[in-house]
DNA sequence: ATTATTGCAAAGACTTTGCAACTCC
DNA sequence: GGAGTTGCAAAGTCTTTGCAATAAT
């Protein structure tokens, strides 16, 4: 994805285009390691100065309402984020503190088509993810500390 | 679940048998709405007014290492805990904040069926749970509000 | 007796808010 | 021109910490 896309996003969802909200989504598409809100702004602070944290907090959350970017569920109380990408789950490191994605659509149209069979009642889903939830034994270095 | 579990089940991890502990265990099975750490709390000082709040904090901790209960993934930036019971999955509303509980052991096989059959490189599985993302068709009341 | 655990209050980390000034359409 | 956005700094919320006092084994 390029300015252009990201400007075509912003329109389609009625939001003004505006260089602080383009940054916000490049920063999170390039850092795509599920990045806090502390990163995005970090990463932002560099290439613009003047972008105030307030509104990158600000631009997050209404780049989340708009469903231009998600949040990450994650169980350590600190807000992550994700670019919209195809349908996949995420793998999340006991050890290290790192969520990767997890792509495998076999897998996603089993559990769909499950639940077309078996419907929840009363309840319409929007969107199933997976937690995998478990640790690397091979010995790569973690990138975050716990 | 009664006190004396909850104290065996603190011996056998090698932590010492506190009211403090015993306390906190039994909010989090009591409150079984994956309360906030903030609700523990609350809920405790109702009965034991002298215990701090950075005591359930950090009995709260002490006890999700020793997975006598569990954190649970949310998108808030909240930490909710929860009671550690059967395999079970979490069902989220886009509408009420409301987390509820999905049994379903014939998804749950499948799933962990289809990991042994597809396993993922270096990575040794410690859990699998699925996040159910959408909304209540009917008119029940939301308790939290968004 | 020894070592872990607690209470307290202060500090810390992360996030939200209010509002005047400024931009985009 | 007007509604929608931003910057700024202050206020909030939730969580963690340090350490002396206390309780569990």
Redesign the pocket.
């Known amino acids: 994805m390029d300015q252009g896309d990201y400007q075509i996003l912003l ?1 389609e969802k009625g ?7 383009l940054a916000v989504i490049e920063a999170v598409d390039v850092l795509n390691d599920h990045p ?3 990163e995005v702004s970090m990463y932002i602070r560099k290439q613009h100065p ?6 990158v ?3 997050l ?2 780049l989340t309402e708009k469903n231009i970017i998600k949040r990450v569920r994650t169980d350590r ?3 992550r984020y994700d670019a919209v990408k195809d349908n996949h789950h995420h793998i999340y490191c006991t050890q290290c503190d790192r969520i990767e994605d997890y792509y495998d659509s076999e897998l996603t149209d089993m559990i769909y088509g499950y639940f077309e069979k078996n419907r929840i009642p009363d309840f319409k889903i929007e969107d199933i993810k997976l937690e995998i939830v478990g640790r690397y034994t091979d010995n790569r270095e973690s990138v975050r500390k716990k």
Chains 1, 2 share one sequence.
């Open positions: 329109k939001l003004k285009v505006t260089p602080q909200r806090t809100a502390e003047n972008i105030a944290t307030g509104t907090y600000k631009t959350d209404t109380g600190l807000l």
